[in-house]
């Protein structure tokens, strides 16, 4: 067999630091935009082109700010991966990336980082949140990879609160009203895959727990009722969402019949295969591939249609 067959090359390489994959958390900034009706373009096609442009800067951003933040957690945690059988394959813990070129891709990263921020806020003064959730999102997974990913709970707490602020600065970057029930559930949605991937990783290190020290603080029995629970409170906060989204009829009246509602079955499925496939699967211990699963991608298109068709057509706001 060619050597260059099993060599990965310098860009998978790359990308596997960069966790490229991981990217697509990262959608989460555009909820706010479609959410709170810019797809119709409310304010004209000019208005709908700069907050549109803001929120793909905001993306960048947050692309660069979170491999930034792997390749911190990849650098602490070099020594642990070395043990576990997947994760040392990982650049920084089998050596095919040094620590004197992760030092300059980390520099290059947190420079785009600041220059998206900067960049967003100049188009649209009124972002200055934005960069400032953006900085609360880097001191949170810096302290979160330094100490609080070692304690029990605490740890897919902060996941969870990673996604919310997502949200948050996507809806900063435009800047538009944020929704309580939008963070609501994000966050109970976001808890059960974080809880999911520990009783994942938990199933799979057995009596050996050393590559995640907080593993050992986890049992099955404390994971299977609290994922049971955020799974139930992912569910009800959002159909109790879809009663209280009103949306505009055709000619502009204010409506509240609560068209979503039609798309909470595919928010029951969506939740219920996700936590069939990481009982079954790889996806619990690496929630990414769910991006493999046909059904899991069915099901999320039709949600994506159904929520941009009412967002169009009968003027959701969120």
Same mark, same amino acid.
């Given at each position: 067999m060619n050597a260059s067959s099993t060599t990965p090359s310098a860009f998978s390489t790359l990308c596997h630091l960069l966790r490229v994959r991981q990217w697509a958390k990262n959608l989460l900034l555009f909820a706010g935009f479609i959410f709170a009706g810019r797809l119709r373009a409310p304010e004209g096609?000019? =208005?709908?082109?700069?907050?549109?442009?803001? *929120? *793909?800067?905001?993306?960048?951003?947050?692309?660069?700010?979170? =491999?930034a933040i792997y390749i911190i957690n990849d650098w602490i945690d070099a020594p642990l991966d070395r043990l576990h059988p997947s994760k040392q394959n990982r650049p920084l813990a089998s050596g095919a990336i040094g620590n004197v070129q992760a030092a300059f891709i980390l520099t290059a990263l947190l420079i785009i980082t600041f220059v998206c921020g900067a960049l967003v806020f100049y188009i649209e003064p009124r972002s200055i949140s934005f960069a400032i959730t953006a900085l609360a999102y880097f001191v949170l997974f810096l302290a979160y990879n330094l100490s609080l990913k070692h304690h029990v709970i605490v740890d897919v707490l902060c996941v969870a609160i990673g996604f919310v602020l997502r949200v948050v600065a996507g809806c900063f970057a435009i800047p538009v009203y944020i929704s309580p029930w939008i963070l609501l559930c994000t966050f109970n949605l976001a808890l059960f895959v974080a809880l999911c991937k520990r009783r994942a990783e938990l199933a799979a290190a057995g009596d050996n727990p050393r590559t995640r020290k907080v593993l050992s603080d986890y049992s099955l029995p404390l994971l299977d009722p609290i994922i049971a629970a955020s799974a139930a409170l992912a569910i009800i906060a959002y159909s109790l969402y879809t009663f209280s989204a009103s949306h505009a009829d055709a000619l502009g009246t204010l409506q509240h019949t609560p068209l979503l509602m039609i798309t909470i079955p595919l928010v029951v499925y969506g939740i219920f295969r996700y936590w069939f496939l990481a009982l079954h699967t790889e996806v619990g211990e690496a929630p990414e591939k769910m991006l493999f699963d046909i059904p899991l991608l069915i099901n999320a &298109?039709?949600? *994506?249609? !159904?929520? *941009? !068709?009412?967002?169009?057509?009968? &003027?959701?706001r969120v």
């Open positions: 096609m000019g =208005s709908f082109n700069a907050e549109l442009l803001r *929120v *793909v800067i905001a993306f960048i951003c947050f692309c660069a700010l979170s =491999s &298109g039709l949600w *994506v249609l !159904a929520v *941009v !068709a009412l967002t169009l057509l009968s &003027g959701l």
